[in-house]
């Protein structure tokens, strides 16, 4: 079942939130990622490795690296119900293989049941409009806490 996408404060409500990131290379953002879903009860410990191969194996089709810094790894699984949200910085960069060739800094990242065919991309709409400043992406790089995060993306 599609969820229906209101206002950003909603949207981001149930976001995890990671800044700053601790990996350095591009699997090191998935395996991160991952974790995270597990330790904020968003997965089971069992599902830990089935989302991270679904998360590289997409990443392993086509880079979703963009551009200004900013990456989209995402994933379809029937391994959750809901779509789950997750943004992640990394004020240094990764590199991960973006469009324009420059590291990724701000991660937006989806995992979306397998049945779900547009929820992902209504928020990564929603989010990605507020993205486009290059003031709300430096104000982000700079948050440490999940309020400042949300502050910045929602401003």
Do not use: W
Request: a negative charge.
């Amino acid at each position: 079942m599609n969820e229906e996408v209101k206002d950003l404060p909603e949207i981001l409500e149930n976001t995890i939130f990671i800044a700053p990131l601790k990996a350095t290379t591009k699997d090191g953002v998935l395996a991160e990622l991952s974790d995270a879903l597990v330790e904020r009860g968003a997965i089971s410990a069992e599902s830990r490795n089935a989302i991270y191969t679904a998360l590289k194996e997409r990443e392993e089709k086509m880079s979703t690296g963009m551009q200004y810094g900013i990456a989209i790894p995402h994933a379809k699984s029937d391994l959750v119900s809901s779509l789950i949200t997750m943004i992640a910085i990394s004020p240094n960069g990764i590199d991960f293989d973006s469009l324009d060739g420059d590291s990724s800094t701000i991660f937006v990242a989806t995992l979306s049941p397998t049945a779900d065919t547009n929820s992902h991309i209504k928020f990564l709409a929603e989010v990605s409009r507020n993205l486009s400043s290059k003031k709300l992406r430096e104000k982000l790089l700079k948050a440490t806490t999940r309020e400042e995060m949300k502050a910045a993306i929602c401003e």
